[in-house]
């Protein structure tokens, strides 16, 4: 018979890599009991390198720079790469949770089993399994999921695939584990996503006799580094964010496909095919080596598989290649296996969605959350602070929880949305949390720091100028952040900023910061 335990007023936080690592932080700061659930040995979850559970390969290497990989309150050092290794953040996450006191709270090695309400209608009940094996069942009063998003492969159906007869047979990106296993072979690589673009690279450049990328939709590729500065300090930036929600879509694709084509070509300049020209209809990844290698013919593109017969790949276009090994790089399914019957009932859980208001909350189920389970693009670290803070300030009564009505409206929503895209934008969704959590900042009421907060990358320190947890240093790091590797040049907005701020309070109808931009037209910042 499995053990039951009773703990009252305490967290039970599935998954120990960045997203529970977060809010165990935040929910301890705000006085409630975390207790964290781990099936690998340390926290970390993907950055754990090593681990069974995490898709990282040797030598991987982050796709984000270290301003934007990080917590707002444990930032990296100066002297870091730009682009730190997986190796690197995972020891960070482990100094991090270390520095917080949460390796106490951790219960590594366990699984969790199910998760459901309690017969009574108070809390939750969990049942896990400990290191030995050992069952048990306990209560919480609140659960947060933070288990990930990338644990279920997906391999996309084509005929013949699963009677592929190459000798590297037909793996998935999560099982790829580096270009030294691939040598002298001939590789199909599936997709056009950044980690498809990544592998295909390393593998032309490490050794591998040919490599084909196949793709259902070529994309525009920018280059990781535009002029020495990192490509998510020019694209995620808060006026980035504010513009896409306020501009026509057809002048902020415009503006991305500016960037893209003068910082990084076109891809046909390199002999890649793209989907479409609409940039948003064509979707954008980045690499910094993959169109160089596609115009020394070291990476051939083709359109996606028809077939596969035996070692043959056969492509859409009619053309075929021989393989020894096939690479999916196709993404994930949502996959919470643990989540009990009437949850997925009223959370209506598919493979990827969860019914939610604001990705996080459930009007039918108090004192559950998740956290971190969303198709992200872009800086992923300040996006889960930002929601872990909302969590914990709602639940540790700093900021009052959304209503029923609020909560019922965000379901419905999010409802409306499925069948569309799915994937949320760092600069929309870190700010959307940040609101709600009330430290999202007015760059108007920061004149010194308008440039580098509207311009400048939408760096985790712009989010401790104001409310909870104000940092006293913060303004003085995000002008830093902001110069770190040249995004600003310096702290006077431009003619051109001047005016695309101007623009912009009229589109949002937002008068104070129409005002705002002029005055900066007849005064510097």
């Known amino acids: 018979m499995p053990q039951t335990l009773s703990t009252a007023a305490t967290v039970a936080i599935i998954g120990a890599g960045p997203s529970g690592i977060a809010a165990a932080r935040y929910l301890a700061h705000v006085g409630l009991t975390p207790v964290l659930f781990e099936q690998s040995d340390g926290v970390g979850g993907q950055w754990r390198v090593g681990s069974p559970h995490s898709a990282v390969w040797p030598g991987m290497h982050t796709n984000t720079s270290r301003v934007m990989t990080a917590f707002s309150d444990m930032p990296h050092s100066p002297d870091w790469p730009a682009f730190p290794s997986a190796v690197a953040i995972g020891a960070y996450l482990e100094r991090y949770a270390a520095h917080y006191g949460l390796l106490g709270h951790a219960r590594f090695g366990t699984c969790v089993e199910q998760v459901e309400r309690d017969p009574s209608g108070n809390g939750y009940v969990l049942r896990w399994r400990g290191p030995a094996g050992e069952a048990l069942t306990e ?16 391999v996309p159906k084509v005929e013949g695939l699963d009677r592929f007869t190459g000798s590297g047979g037909v793996i998935h990106a999560r099982s790829y584990g580096g270009a030294s296993r691939h040598r002298g072979e001939r590789v ?4 056009c996503s950044i980690s498809a673009l990544e592998i295909a690279s390393e593998l032309a450049l490490e050794g591998a006799a040919r490599v084909v990328l196949a793709a259902r939709r070529h994309r525009y590729v920018l280059q ?3 002029a020495g500065i990192p490509l998510d300090h020019r694209v995620y930036t808060r006026y980035g964010g504010m513009a896409w929600e306020a501009l026509p879509k057809d002048q902020t694709a415009a503006a991305l496909k500016a960037l893209a084509l003068s910082t990084s070509g076109h891809p046909s300049q390199f002999g890649a095919p793209v989907h479409s020209d609409d940039i948003l209809e064509a979707g954008f990844s980045h690499s910094p080596y993959y169109l160089q290698l596609v115009a020394e013919g070291r990476i051939t593109p083709r359109p996606f598989i028809a077939n596969v017969d035996g070692t043959t790949v056969r492509f859409t276009d009619g053309s075929a290649e021989e393989a020894d090994t096939i690479i999916a790089c196709t993404g994930y399914a949502l996959d919470l296996p643990f989540l009990g019957a009437s949850l997925r009932e009223t959370l209506r859980v598919d493979a990827l969605h969860l019914d939610l208001h604001h990705h996080t909350f459930h009007p039918e189920l108090p004192g559950l959350a998740f956290l971190g389970l969303y198709e992200h693009s ?3 670290f300040p996006t889960l602070e930002q929601q872990a803070r909302w969590l914990a300030y709602a639940w540790g009564g700093i900021r009052a929880m959304p209503t029923t009505n609020e909560m019922s409206k965000g379901v419905a929503d999010h409802r409306a949305r499925r069948g569309g895209p799915h994937t949320v934008r760092m600069h929309i969704v870190a700010r959307l949390f940040a609101r709600e959590a009330g430290v999202e900042p007015d760059p108007t009421r920061w004149p010194e720091l308008a440039r580098a907060l509207y311009f400048g990358p939408l760096s985790p320190a712009s989010f401790r100028l104001e409310g909870p947890d104000a940092l006293p240093d913060a303004a003085e790091r995000v002008v830093a952040d902001g110069l770190a590797f040249g995004a600003l040049a310096g702290d006077v907005l431009t003619d051109s900023e001047k005016e695309q701020l ?3 309070g009229v589109a949002r109808g937002d008068a104070a910061l129409e005002a705002f931009a002029r005055m900066r037209g007849r005064a510097s910042v």
Not at 145 to 153: D, E, L, M, N, T
Not at 188 to 191: D, P, S
Request: aromatic share 6%; proline share 7%.
């Open 224 to 226: 990781r580094t535009l």
């Open 139 to 154: 209560h919480f009063s609140h659960v947060v999921v933070a288990s990930g998003r990338h644990h279920r492969p997906v």
């Open 188 to 191: 199909v690589v599936l997709g």
């Open 502 to 504: 101007r623009a912009l």
């Open 378 to 380: 872009g800086p992923y």
